[in-house]
């Protein structure tokens, strides 16, 4: 931990204490539970802490706070503040500071801080929750008169009601702000645990929806020096709120981090009675919400400008392809011999462009031929990497063009992979393993996740040293078949390790951890050795970007 994680770290240990003392239900939420069962602590580059609670649960933390909150610690919630037009709690030391523009007026959530999401349960029924997601978006988007809230109104889905938004927001001119929301909120608020079966969390940012089941009892995970609570699956909640990917570490842009003004020496509030005294509060907010109004008016255009901006750029893209020098031949050569090294630098540019962001998050497809696509897809199957390319195939789908023979086949494989992986990292079901891998066997010496997928049963299984002698037999046969697959390399130095032949395992680890970025393996080494995963591929990167710089020398 770092010192902004020891702060936030000190702030959950109280939150806990608060919490267990009367007898308030909560759950590690977000990249914070992500960390918590990934890697037993923060993930490096985490700069927050999130948690889940139930709508009954935070009513009565709300209580609880009006007399339990610490002298050096502020809560803050629509709630108990008229100023503050967040639907996200805060728990915030008042001995840091942590600047947001959208809380300078308020001043009260500028420290360090903990941030609760609400979990409303929904209604029974398709339609009857689709009414309640776009009430959650119409109750957000009026209760901030800071910012535009659904910034996402084309890409993320159509729920946001236009309509119904200005309905009420008129309806707030003639009764009343405060009035509106709260009819808004006891409709969002109406129903029942025992009359629902799936959770939606009060933010408008994104719409997240989990099943009652899923939340459940808490179960006890470590998280740095203590055991906290996450949901009784939280798993499954991970992979609705983070995709298939959810157990393996991001690279770059995948890092969430906050880029805030931050003072964790000095209070506060020592800021705030600076710049308060030169603010015309009543004049900055009708500002602040004449500049929301214009904002929310223009941003329809604005997206619809953005989403045919990326749809040309596609377009582009799929001539430039098509008029390069390219032989499909040879590239189904490359994919045939698996030769991916060779088969990433054709088919990078399009990747460039199919992962863009702006042509990710609407569904867009670079328009190139079926053969291509499957190709593209295929390059990552084969690599034991579907996830990396579920948006490509579901980009394909909302063509209205029937699939080819090839892409139906890919995407079957694509479906074989994603069960096994919610039946071995959501399920933990040895059965449900054995009987996917039962019924796919054309895949068996076709993709690594087959692989993966046999050793770890066995890995589940194994008890004596006779079982880790095959399992480790077992284990180089699949190395040998899937070259360099860091998750195969695990089961190798894992069954050595169980054989006490401790250095050949920590060598192996070591090759294994440089070979993939599966957090659960970079966990289980540091478990095991006190091996730091992230500094070995930090010191592999530095070391690659000097060979990249005597490369260089020698060209010139």
Known sequence: MD?????????????????????????????????AIRGGGFLPWDDD??????????????????????????????????????????????????????????????????EFFVMDPMPLGEDAKWNHR????????????????????????????FDLYNKYYKKSLIFGKKKVLNELLEKITSTTTENSDCYCMRWGTRTLMYGIDLLGEPRMEKFEDAMFPVPAKQEEVARIAYGDSWMYVPEGSGKVVHNLDKDLMTPFQQYVDLYKPLLNETKLMRNYKKNKRIRAKALYKKNEFKYNFACSRAKIAAKHIMESDYDINVLRELLKNKDFAQLQKHLSYFYSVQFNPDIKVDNILVPV??????????????????????????????????????????????????????AIYDKKDIQLVENILQEN??????????????????????????????????????????????????????????LDKKDESKEKYIDAIQRTRNGFVWKEVNDLFGIDAYDVIDNQEDDDENEDVEDTKNDD
């Open 3 to 35: 010192q902004l994680q020891a702060n936030l770290y000190k702030l959950l240990v109280e939150l806990d204490e608060i919490c267990k003392r009367n007898d308030v239900t909560y759950y590690l939420a977000g990249g914070t539970a992500l960390g």
């Open 49 to 114: 802490i999130d948690l889940y609670i139930t709508r009954e649960n935070w009513n009565k933390l709300v209580k609880v706070m009006e007399t339990q909150t610490p002298e050096n610690r502020v809560f803050v919630c629509v709630e108990n503040d008229d100023i503050y037009c967040n639907p996200v709690g805060r728990y915030v030391d008042k001995e840091t500071t942590v600047m947001m523009k959208s809380q300078l007026l308020c001043g009260k959530a500028c420290g360090q801080l903990i």
């Open 134 to 161: 776009k009430l959650v978006k119409v109750y957000t988007e009026l209760l901030s008169p800071y910012f535009v809230v659904n910034r996402n109104i084309l890409h993320e889905n159509t729920e946001f009601d």
């Open 369 to 422: 031929s079926d053969e291509y696509i499957y190709i593209a897809v295929m390059n990552h199957v084969l690599q034991g990497a579907y996830y990396k390319v579920n948006s490509i195939m579901s980009a394909r789908k909302n063509i209205n063009k029937p699939l080819t023979d090839e892409l139906q086949e890919a995407d079957r494989i694509m479906q074989f992979c994603k069960q096994l992986s919610i």
């Open 441 to 498: 066997t054309q895949y068996s010496h076709m993709i690594p996740d087959y692989a993966r997928g046999e050793l770890w049963v066995m890995c589940q299984k194994a008890n004596t040293n006779a079982d880790y002698e095959k399992l480790l037999k077992e284990a180089k046969d699949r190395v040998a078949l899937f070259v360099d697959d860091g998750e195969i390399m695990r089961y190798e130095a894992y069954a050595l390790y169980m």
